[in-house]
Structures are given as C-alpha cells and as structure tokens.
C-alpha cells in the first residue's frame, strides 16, 4: 500500500511532531486513514461503526491470528460431562479439536469401528458399558518437570477412571479403571519425567467397592490416592505396577506432585474432613452444611518416591481386586504420609515453580495460604506434630509449616505461576476476580475481574517448573449474559488475559460450545510435532501394521459360512469393491484402508441404516461390522467430501432374502457410448493435460521447492497423475478392439484422475503466488 | 484515554496536515503511540512483534467482538458425520453451541435422560438404534420467505430422516424416518411459509426398502422427493399430512423451493442420469467414471402446490410402509414433473431471492447455467418439450429455458445471493476460489482464493427473498496446513469474507473442532429469542409439564415391588434426597427438577460406575434409569461447577447385597460441636451479613434497575437470601433448646444461602461498577 503524497507534509512541522511522525508511524497512519482498496473502510471507520474501543482494538491485535498463520500455544481443556477433551490455540482461543476419550463419537468414529471399540471397551464397568465420562484434569507429559509434548492424560471422575491420548495423532489409546475407588477427582497429574501418574478419590467409600451402609462410614469408608506406572516406550500405564494408598475417608480432591526441592513428594487435600453425612430427606442438614463446619481440612503429605520402594515389597500392601494398596497402618509406620491443617473446602494444590512453597486456597477462607516445604520437610524429620488424626496419622501444625497467609479476596481456588519470580495467579469464584500476587511476600498486586465465576485459571506451562507467563486463562463457570442467547443450557466462558504488562488486560472471550471444562493445560505450539499420515495398514488404536491392511488390488470378499469378511481400499473417488451382495443374516465384517498419503485426505464410509459409520485418515485401516438382518438394497458412501467426484464415491450392499426368487433385467446396455463420444473424451483430456502442462509449468518455473506445503502437493499431484495411466492404457485397448462403450467410460476415469490432480496443482499454483516464490532459471 | 499534548503541535503544520489529523484522528493516533497502561503495549508494538500487516488488522477490527458485546449474525451448520448441528456467531466466528440431533451426546445429556431418548427411539430403523447421522443441510422456518428464527431443521443423509430443532430452546424435539428412502440428500428445504420441508433421495434403491439386484436398476431402482407438512403451531413434522413422489433412478441431489415468481414450485437436480453401477472389483470402470460420462444431468421441476393437491385425492397415490407416494406415471399425467438439461454433476440449485431465475453449477462444467423462469413458464404452457426421459418425463430443452451461461471458473459448486440485486457468490471447489458475478448480466465480477476446495458457501439470508449481504462464509473442504496440526484428521475451515466492499475481503479463519459441515445458514441474531428457563417441572423434549415435577418439599422415594422411583430437586448445593437405599436387583428410576429460576443455573446428576448422566437446566424435570445390579456404594454429585459449594452437592446410592447381615456402626457423634462453635458460627453469619448489607446498599443506591442482567441477579440474590430464613431459624429452634451441635450445623446451612447470596450480589455490584451505573436519590 502506499502511502499518500500529503503525509509527506507533516515533515515540515515542528520538531515535536517530527518525533512522533516517523516513518513507520506514516504507515500506520496510512492505515488509518487510507482504504486498503477504493470502497473499502478505514480502521477508523471500522472502530466507528462497530462500537470499538482502543483498548478493543488493542485486544484484536494481540489475539488476531492471520490465514495461515499459527498459534502461539496449545491449550487442552477437559470437557466435562461431555467425555472429550478439547483442544485450542492461544492466542486466538479457536478450538482445533474435541478428542473423544469416553463417549462414543461418530466424526472421529470412535466407538463405531472395532479398533476404537477395543479402547473404550477396557473402561467398562462391572460389565457395563459406560458411554460417557466426567472429564476434569488434563495433565500433559513432563520431562525433567516441563511439558515435553508427547502424551496427555485425563480423568473421568464419575466412574473412576484414567485415559491416555497420543499427542502424534491426538487419538485416545488406553483407558483404565481404577480397581480400588468409586469415584475420583484429583488426577490426572503426572511426576516430573512422568513415572507415575496420580489420582485420588473424591467421595469416600468402601476401597474396591464393597458395600457397607453409612451407619459404618468412620470404620469402613475410605479415600486415597492411585499411582500409575506409566511406560514412556509403549505410550501406556502398567497396571501391574501400579499402587495405591488408603487413606480416610476425607473426600480427597486435587493434588500436585512436587518438583525440584519437593521432588519425590505429592500433595492431596481433601474436604469434608468432618466426615459428615448429609440427609435432607431424614431432617438432617444437607452435605454443604455439615462438609463446612469446620474452619480447616487436611493437606495430605505423601512420599511417593518411598511409598513405589514400599509397594515393591513383599507382606507391605493388600491386594484389592488384584491391586497393591499400601494400608493407612503401613503407611504411618514407613513415614510415608503427614497431614497439614489447610483452609476451609479448599481445591487447587499448586507446588512453585521452584518446589519451595506449596499455596493451598480454601474457597470458603478469604486467605491463600503458602506453605514452606523447608518448614515441613524440618517438622517431619524433627517429627514435631500437633497430633494425630483419628485414624493415627501424624498432623504438622498449620503455623509450624506456614510461609504467609494473603487476603486475596473471596472464594479463592486455584493458583497458577507466571515466568516472573514469585508471581502467582489465584481465582476467585465468589468475587469473579482473578488475583495477582507475590507468594514470597505475600503481597495482592493487581486484581481483575471477570466473567463470571472462575473455576481454574491456566498459565503457559504455569504448573512446570518452567512457567512461559504471557497469557492467563480464566475457565469461567457462568457466562450468563457474555454471549449471543442460545436457550437455557450456556456455553461456558474462557477469558484470555494478557499478563505480559504491569496490569493484566482482559484479551478475548471464548465460549465453550460443548462441555463443561474444568481445568486445562496450556503447551507451547513448537513442542507438539504431530503426524499427518500413518505407515499404511495401521491399526491407529495400538499403533500396531493391521493384519487387515489391504493394498491397491488385494481387495477381497471372502465367505465363510454365513460371515462374509470385505477387505477393501479408499482412495479419491471410489471404494473397492463397490458391490457387496450377501445374504439375510449374513455376519459382515468390512476392512477398510485409505491408502491416500496426502494430508488430510481422510475418507469415510457408511452403509446406510445399518449403523455403519467410519473415518479413515490416510494410512488407517480400520474395521466395521454387522448384522445384515434386514434385506434390501443400502447404499454405502464416503461420508467426508473428498474430491470432486466425492458424491460418486458409492456403492452398494445388497442384502438377499431368504427364498429370493431372481427376476429378469439388465444394467444399462454395453453400447451406449460411441466412437464419437470416445473421441470426445479423449479431447477433453487432451485439453485438460493442456491445463495441467500449464500449471506444471509455472510450479517447476518456481522456486517451489523452498515451501514444503508445495512440494507435498506436488507430490499428491504426480500420484494422482500417475494413476491416470491405467485407465488410458485401458481406454486405447478397448478403442483399439472396436469397444468403444467402455472406452468412452475407461477415457472418463483418466480424466477424474485428471481433473484430481490438476485440483491439487492449481492449489500449489494459487500457494506460489501467494507466497511470493520466486521465477528460476 | 488522554491523547499527549505533543499532539496539539501538528495543528500548527500545513492545510493538507490538518486535513488528516482531525481530533477523532488524534484519539488514534495516541492509540498507535501512547500505551494504554504505562507498561503496556502500542498497537504499533504489537502490530511488529506479532508480524501483523495493514490488512490483518483491519480484517481483526472487523471480527473482534469485546466482551459482553453480541454478533451481527448466528449460523447454523450441518456437523456431518458427527450427527450435530453447529452454531456460531458471525463477524466472531467463535462457535457458541453443539446441538446433538441423531447422535447421543453427554453434556447435553441427550440419548442419556429417558426425555431425550424417547426423541432419539423415534429414529430408530428396522429395530435397530442409529446412534449417529450424516447432517448436511440445515435450513432455518420462513415466514414470507425469509427466516423467522422459530425452528430449525436439518436431516440425516445417511440413514434417511428429518430432524426439527426449537430455536426457543435449541433443543432436538422430533426425527421423522423416511418411509420410502435408502439415503438421502436434498434435505432439509423449506418453502415460503414453512408449509412442507422437502428431502430427496440420493441413491436409487426400491422405495419402501425391497431388495431387487442391481441387474433390475432401470424396473425397480427409483429416486424420489418427499414433502413433509409442518405444523408451525405444535412445532412438529406431521407424517399422515406428507407425501413423497417417486422420480427416476437418477441419484437427486440437492433441492430448493421456488419464491415470490416461481412460488408453488420446487427444483431438484440429479447426477449419475447415466444410471450407471460401477463394479471395479468386476473389471467395470468405478461409479466415477460411469456416472460422470454424458455432457449434462437432469434439473426436475415440481408442481409441488398442485402435488399437494393430487396428493389429498383418493386413488391418486399408492401407500408404501403406509406413506402417500405420487407414482411418476400419475406426476407426468397431472402435469407435475418436467425435466430441464443441466451441467455436468452439479450440486447447488438456487433460486434466485425473486423468484426469476435459478442458478445451477455442474462440479465438472466450468460453466455457471441460469435458468429463466418465465422461459421454463412459457415451455410447459406451450408444451414445448425436445422429447421425453425413459420413464416419459417430458424434457424441456437447455437452450429454450436458459437465461444465460457464464465461465466463473473449475468446479462450480452453490451460489448464494447478495443484498443488491442481481450479485451472486458461486464457489469454485476445483480452482478453491470464490467467484463473484452478476447473474443477470452474465458476468464474472470479481474472484478470491480460499483455503482450500471450497463446498458450498454462505451469506447471510443468502437463500432467502431478502439477502442481507456483509458477509460471506466458504465452507471449505480441506484445511491443510491453515491451522497448528492436531494430527491426521484435521478440522475444517470455514473462512470469514467480508462482501460490503467492492472487493471481496478475507477476514478470518474458522477451524471446526468436530464434525465435517456441508451446509450453513445465517440468520440476523435478533430473530433469534431463546429463553434462558423453563416453566417449573418441563419435560423439554415434549414441552409438556411432567408428571414427575417435583416442588421444594415433595421430594420422595417409593417403593413399589422391586421398582424404586425417586422424586426429587436439585438448587444450589444440594441434592434432595442426599440418601438413597435400594436394594441389590432393584430397578431405579430417578425423577430430578432443577427448582433455579436463574439464567445459567444448570445442575448436573451422576451415579458412578451405573452410566447415569442428566443435565438439568433451570426448570427442568427428566427422569434417568438404572438397574442395581451390583451392589456397592455409590456416590452422585452435580457435574456442573453451580457454586462454590459445588462439590459438597453430593449423595449416595446404596445398593445393599442379597442377604446382607447388618454389622453396627454410627455416623459422627451429635455432640461433636459445642456452644462455643455455634456463637463462632452465628458471628460469621452476622459478619456475611454485614458484607452483604452492604452490597445491596451499592445496587439500590444505584439506578440498578435500568440493567436488566443486574435486575435478574437482585432476583436470583433475594430467593437465595430467603432460603437462609429457614435454616436460621432452625438453627435458633436448636440452640434454644440446647442442641448445640444441630444448632451450629442449620447455621452452617444460613451461612451456606448467605454466602451464594453474596456471589450473585458481587457480580452485580460488579456489573454495575463496569457499566456507569449512576448514584440515585
């Protein structure tokens, strides 16, 4: 754009003016001032008529993210009730992706192939399938205490379970039950290189799911804490060397494992330490009244790292449901858990940066408290405690193990750390606000408020020990009024928050158009490496070569019995085999492979009213199944628009009664097409190899080597051109012996794989151009 | 914002100076220079650090909606293979709601609340649950031709059925299965005043669902249209009142209805008119070849009023599954199909917002057709046909109904209309380019990249009689590299295109996190008037109030043989009952009514380990089921964060063992607080009712009442403060008596309403600080 001949003006002003009119700040004035194409606004206009603020305008920029262009970090939010786990970029908070991890769902196929079935299979539940999960903890792989990227965890607090998501292909890949608790809520957190990774039980209750009534609550219900083994080089946790430890029956929530100092420790709190038990309906005051009577709960304070030694004992655990629990008893005995008085139904457990301070909110004490791990570590080894809780354990006195008590504001509940030395981040649900502080002093910074009601809050990598500062996420629970209406059920309302400056400035409002997130993790974009493609033929779910993976013309219908097994290909345009004739009651079991490399060329496929539904990214296979109990005639298609052609890439099962009795017909004569309509093809696809000369042409004329998008598609482009090949073989054959209907029809697959490729190559074209490349010699 | 006093000094520069910096422009200005906190950054500064052109932020300052501001538009698109709806604000493209319509989805708890599932059962085919669908295109209820925002439809492609959605609530409330379809596509379309929705068929199958070999395609494969009849006042699909007409196996595609000229008509396209059957595994070329051979397909042209008509007469129509079919030998006596040549494979057919014209692209013809309306009048007046279709269509020639022809570009796709008379926008899938044209003069205007291949596009009202212009969305096929990779399946990208200017502008790029969308619609977002709540005890699916409402005070548990039926409320934070005794083999069906009459006061309801799962909005009464098969412990709590005392919202479900033997226990002793702790208790209560005294001082001093939102707090804020007046007194009642320990406990309860009160009331306080709220008398 250029800039307009009167700016140049302004250089004769006085020195004051030529301070600030440089020649960057003409650009900028330009910008303001002159449309970027004749009838177009200025930004002037833009902020007129839109109602903007300067400080909007300010927030636009800092969170606009150009085509093309990347996010600076990645976010995984839990999903809530929905059983996902969702994935968005940050700055500009649009979703990238909802992961399923417990529900069936139909996009990404899960739970409708065989493959994924197997996955959400393991986290059946006293032989229930259970169809949903109440996603709450994200925890993404650490290595020396940082996010390395490769694997992300999540829990499911209703039915007690924990799940592993492979950041190369974003799939869930394992789902475990916990064998000792009935509900959970303090996991997934993972140790500094990801040993183990932690959960603990949320509502106490008998440990491995006996029954005992609540009349025995004191003597039989339990809570604890779950570590499971993970194993890095097959991406899965071991539940053979997995543990447990009891401990009472206090409703742990969440907890942290620390870092550095605190290294080889873990911290849980828990509520409802007055282990009441609520009955509206018998005339006794509700659960809310009597799990708040008290003005403190209990940190709990585990060695985990002694505890692994402990359970790798013989005679030092019980096995429960074939699970190693270390007993409250053996526990105390080993020194392996301590109590801490903490504040009031507390949720957030966040250790330092540094491993040095533990800050505990309670959301019914208006103060955060910071504990000093040098404090407790001297108490523990001086054993100087207050006493002992009823079940035995040893119980630090709050004012032994304090560093600094801060008034924050109301309804405290979750802490999160910025790159700053010292500097925390701490929610404020009753207030909506979200707190600033300096955990070494104790001193409130800044506060600002929200909308409405923050649960969590999130900063990049700011429960590592290496936190990125920059931006803050506030997970809002209520967003009331923040967006268009859409009926009573609301998104719910992730605020950024800028936290670079002095001030924190409210960026950005995101609803959540599906799920309730709870907590959410934050990694930076460059630490993700992904794949587009899969070595063909592989099971996605187990990482493993398929022993159904079907390559180019080994596609088969095979019968044995009444099971008749498919093993079949996808690729731009058209399903091998295309017709499936079985019979009523047939058992149909269909083996797909995609065998397309370029990304993003996913296929689907359905057979229509028969539940059949699949998505095949390229390099998968994959299978379905079923009954084919109802005769007739089901179409089956892709179900992802792929191509062009996509709407023809059909087919049809047909299912025969029993006792079908053939009638007579015939499909469309073999003499349709002529020698001149042969002909006509055959231009056609001389003029459009024309185009496509053309447009190879300008790419090999370009430095297109130098943008990898480019070369990929290339690459693509060539495939499809390649196998154009055979058809025109084909085609000249059957011209040649005088057939010219299947010649005309062979001559038109030529062209589809023509008109495919030279798709592909004016995307390359219209990429050069737009990128600048450059003309070579 | 202050602007610097430098900036006076350029007053004192040249005319042409002053022409430019004006005072509005001096507030910019400071913009670009002066920090907005003294830390902070300029626009200048982020525009370079974040590598920002001239155009990228023109095209965020078009997007950004700040906090608490509203969109212009709200879309609605298909979600594909995820079986949803998808809604989403434009100019901010920030999505705000899945809508689950064939497919079961937990946070919505739809397929899981025995409510929803009877909607879900109405979907089943052959016996069999479909637990997903292939959504394509969703079209909003018209009134005179444009949208009123009332109801929603949107169908399955797959397993052919309808769907309508209540815009009043957003929620799914009938699926209607196609009678006489395999599959389908051309659906939902809507006519004029939401008389009939139409779907046609995709593939060609015997209607009714008959096997016939693919040897008899010509005798027995038929296609076909269906008009459903809408009955607007009870929302719902009337199938007795609908009819379908059957049509030549020729694969019909997408449909429109006629408007204003061509009103009481309805146009659907085809491709494969070949009636071709592919067979590679046969040595035949692939339905891609086959189908795409011939130079053009077939446009019908439906009576769909006078078909109406035909349809109510006895003996005009044959019943298939019990269903009114216009066999095509009646259509073509009573005059009520015609066929008219159309490009190659098209997809769109679109008439034009007057009614003259209708507007078809063939994906494999470069040529855009427009059809005249008074031409194809005047052919069927004149019968001026060039001959008949093998089932004795009469065919109107190309040339005697064609307006006129225009070359837009490769893979013409769907066209959408523009706010000023005569501009179309036609996508391009094969070029991935949108075209703009004139339609009446035949001319190319004006061409935009996308990323990349382009389906089918979007402007607001775009296929209505009254097109709003300003934007356009490409609902493009492939994201490629567009976003930060989240492995092998990629989201898609909708891309944001600003058309008020007369140039087309990209402004921004949309990833969809699930679901691959076909089609989208946009409506102007004040037509849309959600409700936030429902009456006390509705069953939402029906509308109905329910039998099982429930009011503070009727909660129960009965007992009837080994049926347990539960009826009970859920308000912040408690569930009543808390306890809930059945006994191992009983079935347990559990009645809940969210008694909130707050905006956003969703409650949650989980069993662990039964795959129980509801979301109650505020109103709502929905029942869940399970059988207490397995005897145990097992808690529930709210899934949904509803206050700060959300995890204490919990209970249990005790499943006691057969021939279980009671061993003694005892909850907590009733003595454990004393005098002392209920006076500590009763001094917090009368501290938080200090805080509280003075919140609301600020709100009434304030001309609160002017902000709806603030009044709706003071509301939510009064009821909760009034529920505190029964526990206190309880609390009173105790303590009188001597029952220290109940007596603190019921306090507990007071402080518990008192401390939800004084969230709501900060909030407001908050929002009135936020919004100049101004001191009264």
Excluded at 200 to 221: I, M
Excluded at 307 to 324: E, F
Aim: hydrophobic share 35%.
């Amino acid at each position: 754009m250029e800039v307009k001949e009167g700016m140049d003006s302004t250089r004769t002003g006085s020195d004051r003016t030529r301070r600030f009119l440089r020649l960057a700040t003409l650009a900028l004035l330009a910008l303001l001032l002159v449309p970027v194409t004749t009838s177009a606004e200025t930004l002037q206009q833009v902020l007129k008529r839109r109602g903007l603020s300067q400080q909007d305008v300010l927030a636009a920029a800092k969170t606009y993210v150009p085509t093309g262009k990347r996010d600076e970090y990645v976010a995984f939010a839990s999903g809530g009730q929905s059983g996902m786990v969702i994935v968005y970029g940050i700055p500009s908070m649009r979703i990238l992706k909802y992961i399923a991890v417990f529900n069936p769902e139909p996009w990404q196929a899960y739970g409708f192939d065989e493959e994924s079935k197997a996955v959400l299979n393991q986290g059946r539940i006293n032989g229930k399938d259970i169809t949903w999960g109440d996603t709450h903890h994200p925890a993404i792989s650490e290595t020396a205490g940082d996010y390395d990227g490769q694997f992300l965890f999540i829990n499911d607090k209703a039915n007690p379970r924990l799940a592993v998501i492979d950041l190369h292909d974003f799939e869930t890949k394992q789902i475990v039950v916990s064998p000792v608790f009935q509900s959970e809520h303090g996991g997934a957190f993972v140790s500094e290189n990801t040993e183990y990774v932690m959960e603990a039980v949320q509502y106490p209750a008998p440990l491995g799911g006996e029954y005992s009534p609540l009349e025995r609550f004191n003597e039989d219900y339990r809570g604890g804490v779950t570590y499971w083994k993970f194993n890095r080089e097959i991406g899965r946790l071991e539940p053979k060397n997995s543990f447990s430890m009891e401990l009472p029956p206090y409703s742990q929530d969440l907890s942290d494992f620390g870092k550095l100092a605190s290294s080889g420790w873990s911290f849980t709190n828990s509520f409802c330490s007055e282990r009441y038990v609520g009955g509206i309906e018998r005339g006794r005051p509700p659960f809310e009244a009597g799990c708040s009577a008290k003005d403190t709960d209990y940190l709990h304070v585990i060695n985990w790292r002694k505890a692994a030694q402990v359970a790798a004992q013989p005679g030092k655990t019980k096995l429960i449901n074939g699970h190693k629990v270390i007993m409250m008893d053996t526990a105390i005995q080993e020194g392996l858990v301590y109590l801490i008085p903490e504040p009031k139904s507390p949720h957030g457990v966040d250790v330092t940066p540094d491993g040095d301070y533990i800050v505990i909110s309670g959301k019914l004490d208006s103060h955060t408290y910071v504990y000093s791990w040098k404090k407790i570590q001297a108490a523990m080894a001086a054993k100087n405690f207050e006493g002992k809780d009823p079940y035995g354990i040893p119980i630090i006195g709050l004012q032994t193990a304090l560093h600094t008590q801060v008034p924050l504001g109301l309804g405290p509940l979750h802490t999160q750390y910025d790159s700053k030395k010292g500097i925390a981040y701490t929610s404020l649900y009753v207030d909506s606000m979200v707190a600033r502080w300096d955990y070494i002093n104790g001193k409130l910074l800044d506060r600002l408020p929200i909308h409405y009601n923050i649960g969590h809050l999130m900063t990049m990598h700011g429960d590592t020990v290496k936190p990125r500062g920059k931006y803050l996420v506030s997970l809002n629970k209520l967003a009331i009024d923040r967006f268009q209406p859409v009926g009573p059920l609301h998104p719910q309302n992730h605020q950024l928050i800028d936290i670079a400056g002095d001030n924190m400035q409210l960026l950005y409002d995101m609803p959540l158009p599906l799920g309730e997130p709870h907590y959410t993790v934050a990694i930076d974009a460059t630490l993700l490496k992904p794949a587009v493609r899969y070595k063909v033929g592989t099971n996605t779910r187990t990482g493993e070569i398929s022993p159904h993976k079907t390559r180019a013309g080994e596609e088969r219908i095979e019968r044995d019995g009444n099971k008749v097994s498919v093993h079949g290909t996808l690729i731009r345009s058209h399903i091998t085999p295309e017709i499936i004739e079985v019979d009523e009651g047939d058992e149909v079991t269909i083996h797909l492979t995609n065998l397309e490399r370029a990304q993003d060329q996913t296929h689907g496929f359905t057979v229509s009213k028969y539940n059949v539904n699949g998505s095949w990214e390229p390099g998968k296979t994959a299978t379905v199944k079923f009954t084919a109990d109802t005769p007739g005639v089901f179409p089956f298609y892709c179900t992802e628009f792929c191509s062009a052609l996509h709407l023809e890439m059909q087919g049809y099962v047909l299912v025969k009664p029993k006792g079908y009795k053939a009638k007579v017909g015939a499909l469309m004569p073999k003499d349709q097409y002529t020698q001149a309509d042969y002909e006509k093809q055959v231009k056609a696809c001389n003029e459009t190899q024309t185009v496509i000369d053309s447009v190879v042409g300008f790419i090999t004329e370009r430095n297109y080597k130098d943008f990898p998008p480019v070369v990929a598609l290339v690459e693509d482009a060539t495939e499809q051109l390649g196998y154009a090949d055979g058809p025109k073989q084909k085609a000249a054959e059957e011209a040649a012996a005088g057939n010219y209907h299947s010649a005309t029809l062979w001559a038109g697959q030529w062209w589809q794989y023509q008109v495919k490729a030279a798709d592909i190559g004016l995307r390359a074209k219209t990429y050069l151009e737009q990128h600048g490349a450059k003309k070579v010699q």
